[in-house]
C-alpha cells in the first residue's frame, strides 16, 4: 500500500488556504508533494503542477503516479504561469522560492490571472516584494502566518482579489499588515534578528571606502521601524 503523504508544517499550511474543491496551480511544484496532498485529501479538487526544471517536473511526474493522481493533476515543463491556459485555474499557490522571483512570476504571468481569485504565497526572503505586487494589481492581503521549520523563520502572503483599491503604508510592507498586528514571539524573533543583520550591513557600509549615502540612510530609516516595531513588545501574552 502507498504510504500517506506527509507535508512539511509549511506546505501544510500553505495548503490550508485552499477551498474545497479548488482548481489550482501549484508554480515551482518540485515534488508535486502539495498538489498530491491537497487532491488526495480532496477527490473534487483539480490542480496543475508548473516546473520550469527537467529534474523536479520528473519527480512531480513519479509521486503523481505513486499516489494514482493521473487524472486529477497535470504536471506541465514551463518558466511560471506560461503552462497555464487562459481561465485555466482560479487559485494559485507558489511556495519556497525568493520574493522577487515570486514577483517577477506574477508580473510575466499576469495575463493568465483573469480567472485566479486567490494567491498564496511563500517567499523564501523579500517578502515586501509579493505584498508590493498585490498592492499594485488588486490582490487585498488576507491573511498572512509566520511559521519556523528547521531552522527557518517561513511567511505566507494570501491574496485575495478585490474590486477596490486599497493602500498600505512602508511599514505595513516590510513587515505585513496582519502579522504586524498579531506581533507575535516569532514575529519579534524574525525581526530581532533582522535588526542584527543590518546594524553590521550598515557599519560595514559606513566602513567602506566609498559610501552610498543614499543606501545607508534608507537601511537606517528602516532600522528605526524595526526598532520601534520591536520596542512595543510582542502581543503574546
Ligand atoms: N514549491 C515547493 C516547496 O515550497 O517546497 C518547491 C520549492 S523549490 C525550493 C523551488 C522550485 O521552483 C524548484 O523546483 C524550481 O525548479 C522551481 N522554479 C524556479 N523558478 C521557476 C519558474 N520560473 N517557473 C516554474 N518553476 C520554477
New binding site residues.
Given amino acids: 500500500m502507498t504510504e500517506e503523504i506527509k507535508l ?1 508544517r ?2 501544510l499550511q ?1 495548503a490550508s488556504y485552499l477551498p474545497k474543491g479548488a482548481i489550482f496551480a ?6 508535486a ?2 498538489p498530491c496532498y491537497v487532491c488526495k485529501q480532496d477527490p473534487s479538487a483539480r490542480a496543475i503542477a ?4 527537467k ?2 517536473l520528473a519527480s512531480a511526474k513519479e509521486t503523481i503516479h505513486t499516489y494514482q493522481l493521473s487524472d486529477v493533476i497535470d504536471a506541465r515543463l ?3 504561469l ?2 497555464l491556459q487562459q481561465d485555466e485555474v482560479k487559485q494559485l ?5 525568493g520574493g522577487a ?1 515570486i514577483r ?2 506574477l508580473e510575466n504571468g499576469k495575463d493568465k490571472l483573469g480567472s485566479v481569485n486567490l494567491i498564496i504565497a ?1 517567499p ?1 526572503v523579500d517578502e515586501r516584494n509579493v505584498r508590493s505586487w498585490y498592492l499594485d494589481n488588486g490582490y487585498i492581503i488576507e491573511d498572512e502566518a509566520i511559521l519556523e521549520e528547521n531552522g527557518h523563520i517561513y511567511e505566507i502572503i494570501v491574496g485575495k482579489k478585490v474590486e477596490d483599491t486599497y493602500s498600505l503604508s512602508e511599514q505595513q510592507l516590510l513587515f505585513g499588515p496582519i502579522l504586524l498586528t498579531k506581533r507575535n514571539a516569532l514575529f519579534n524573533k524574525k525581526w530581532n534578528s533582522e535588526r542584527n543583520k543590518l546594524v553590521r550591513i550598515i557599519n560595514q557600509m559606513k566602513n567602506a571606502k566609498e559610501k552610498d549615502t543614499v543606501k545607508i540612510g534608507q537601511f537606517e530609516e528602516q532600522l528605526k521601524w524595526i526598532e520601534e516595531v520591536l520596542r512595543n513588545g510582542s502581543n503574546d501574552n
Fill in positions: 512539511s509549511r506546505l500553505v501549484d508554480i515551482g511544484s518540485d515534488h508533494y502539495l508548473g516546473e520550469v526544471n529534474g523536479p514551463g518558466d511560471g506560461s503552462v499557490v507558489i511556495a519556497g522560492m522571483l517577477s512570476i511563500q523564501n
